[in-house]
Structure formats: C-alpha cells, structure tokens
C-alpha cells in the first residue's frame, strides 16, 4: 500500500513542480521571461498530446503539427470575427478533433500500416502548409479575418476572462493559465492511462493483433487517442497564438512536426514526463544557441537526434530511472564472465 501511494505521487510530483513554479515564477522572472516560459508551456503541452498517442498507443503521427496549426488558426480566426476569446478556445480544440476523427477513420479503418500513416499524416502536414503559404491575396478571408499566406496572420487579441473582451490576460495571468493547463492536462492523462481504457491502449501498443483477438475493436481507440492527442495539439496552438499574438503557416512545416518528435524521443516514448522535460530543454537550447550565435542550431539538433537514437534510444527518463539498474547488471554480468574464464585459463 504504501509502495502504491509513493509510486502515485511520483507520478504526479511533475503537475507538483509546474503548480509551484505558477505561484512563484512572477516573483523571480521579468516580464519577457514570463512570455517566454509561456510560448514553451504551450509547446509542451502539444508534446504532451503526441507522447500520448505515439508513446502509449503506437501511433506515430507527423500530423501533430496540423493539429497544433489548425487549433492556432482556428483561434485567431474567432478572435478576430468575435472580438472575444470565450467561444474561440472550444473552437481551437473541436476544429482539430473533428479533422483527426475524418483522418483517423480513413487511417483506423483503412487498415494503413504504421510507416504508411506516418507518410500520409506529413503529407496532410505538408499540404496545410502549402495551402495556408498561397493565402496572400487579399481574396483569401473568413469573415473580418484576412490569412494572409506566408505573413500570416498578425495582432490576434489575447485570451479574455469568459464573456469579458475588454479584460485580457496580463503576461503574469498567462503564465500561470499556461502552467495550470499543461498540469491539469497531465494528470488528466495520467488518470486515463491508469483507466480501463488506457489500460487497453497499452495493450494495443504491445501487441495490437493478440488484442482485438480479445474482443477489442482497436480501430475506435486509437481513433479516440489520436482525437485526444489532437484536442490537446489544438488547445495549445489556442495559447501559442493567444501569448505571441501571431500565427503563421511555420506552425505547419516540416521543422514544426519534426520538433515534436525529437522532443518525444529524447525525452522516452512512453513516458509522459521525459518529453516535457526535454521540451523545455530543448526549447531553452534553441534560444539559448540563437540569441547568442555560438553554434549553428540545425547542426546541434541534429548531432543531438543521432546520440540519442544510437546511444540513448530510449530517452532520457528511462536512462535516468533504469541507469543504476542496468549499471548493475552489467557489473554482475562482467563479473559472471571472469569467473567463468579463470578456470579455462588455468586449464589451458
């Protein structure tokens, strides 16, 4: 029992750090760190959604960065029309969850294989984002919302207290609406994997034939994960674009997409907390190696994708959590071999 009750709160001692740093964060950053932090929270959180989907369901998905622009778009575009953020946060979560329903069930249902959805969900990717690059002429608008094609769409109103447009979000308010979000979606996350459901999905991601020759129908779960993953994609495009007050179709390209999965992968598929980490790790990283032009951010991200994949290729939490164990192991096994070489030696 109380091996239960410390393993719960370890699980959950991430939302803790995040709740704290909300309460105390205003008290040390500036104004501009406070933005900062906030962009990365909202980066994060769309990690989040694809360590969910790939991490403990097996779907790898390049489609993640549609999610996160269609939710971003969705909610300037409502902002914009209704001068008010209360209506345009649900919309930045439905648009991307009813277009991963459409997908999802031509994926799910198709029988697509892995490799094959994960060629398909980059080239609707790729399409959204050469779609949204030819939206410059002035023709392309949806109500008083002009696309604007590869300038994008700037000056988008920040988020409101409900059924108040003149009262915004101040960067202190932001902030900690951006941490408690990303803490909220992570226990709720945590909730669904220790449910039946969740339960299920791992099953599926182990061995999907063996579970739906249980009785499972696994098309309709991985399509309520990748719907999950989506909504969670679309809600933080929602406060990606509503802290920088700009969107562009970059939310669409293949660097976007990309960045997720790396994130994902030094972090550990199938940990929720290793991808968060590494995230904001590598988020700080990237600004860090850009402001201060020490070292060309693309090499550096790319050295850093082949340590991973040929010596930590199950990411850093695993390697944290599991290095003492295999450390270990490794000693008994060397140990274990000299003393079966000595007494060939002395033989010999």
Known sequence: MIKAILNSASNYALAGLLLALASIGPLVFGEFDLLQISTFTAMALATLGLALAWGYVGILSFGHAAFFGLGAY???????????????????????????????YLLFFGRVGDVYLAVITLCVTLILFSFMNSTADPSYRIGSALLGGFNGIDSVPPLNWPGQPDASLDPTQMFRLCLLVLAAAYCLI???????????????????????????????????????????AGLAGCLFTANNGYVGPTAFDINQASQFLLWVIAGGVG????????????QYLQTYLGTNQILNTSLVFGAIIIFFVLLVPRGILPALRDG???????????????????PLQRRT
């Open 271 to 282: 940990t929720l907390a290793g991808p968060l980490i590494a995230s904001f790790a590598f």
């Open 190 to 232: 945590r909730f669904l994997l220790r449910s039946s459901i969740g339960r299920i999905m791992v099953a599926i991601r182990e061995n999907e034939l063996r579970s739906e020759l249980i009785g499972y129908d696994v098309r309709l779960y991985k399509m309520l994960a990748f719907a999950i993953s989506a909504g969670i």
């Open 74 to 104: 969705a909610y300037a575009i409502t902002t914009i029309n209704l001068g008010d953020s209360t209506l345009a946060i649900p919309m930045a979560v439905l648009l991307p969850v009813v277009f991963s329903l459409l997908l999802g």
């Open 324 to 342: 003492p164990k295999s450390l270990s192991m490794f000693v008994r096994a060397s140990r274990r071999r000299l003393r079966t070489e000595r």
